[in-house]
Every structure is written in C-alpha cells, then in structure tokens.
C-alpha cells in the first residue's frame, strides 16, 4: 500500500504521554534517550519519528509504530514489515523533503 501525504494527520500523542524526550530500552537492557520529531496516523496506523539524543543532524531518525493497549497506554514498537517500513519512510521524506 502507498500512502499519500495529503491523507497524513499530525497527532501529538507521545508528546502529550511522555513529553518530548522519551527513554527507550532495547533487547540487551540499554536505555537511550529520544526526541520526538514527528508523530503522524495514517491509513489507519501511527507513527512516531525519533532522533537519538546527542546525534547529530546528519544521523538519521528512527520510526516507530505506536500501539495503544486496551487500557490506552502507549508503546513505541519496531516496524518489522519491511513493505510498511518502506512505505512510512518513504512518506516521511516527501513530508520532509518535499520537491
């Protein structure tokens, strides 16, 4: 599936659960430290676009799905469909870079 910027709506639901730095821990146990960027719902999905703290502009940020339990708390989760993961970075650079 494609996705169109014109059918992107911003949203601000990280921000407004965890403010603009949140902490995330990987596999081994390491907490790293993330700006939120950007958050976005589209086709039904959302997303939340992160820079890791101390990175400099040049490093790329990092998109992950947001997924809402039943009881509404959030989580940030690896996009592992590499069709959706290349459909959502793809999209993200027209929003970003558009020409």
Request: net charge negative; charged share 30%; aromatic share 10%.
């Amino acid at each position: 599936m494609d996705y169109s910027a014109e059918a992107v709506v911003w949203t601000s639901r990280v921000q407004d659960a965890f403010g603009s730095v949140v902490e995330l821990e990987d596999e081994q146990g390491r907490i790293s430290h993330y700006t939120v960027e950007k958050e976005f719902d589209i086709a039904g999905s959302s997303y939340a676009v992160l820079r890791a703290e101390g990175g400099g502009e040049s490093d790329e940020p990092e998109i992950f799905k947001i997924i809402s339990s039943a009881d509404g708390a959030l989580e940030l989760v690896t996009i592992d469909d590499d069709d959706e993961w290349e459909n959502v970075s793809e999209l993200y650079d027209e929003l970003t870079f558009p020409e």
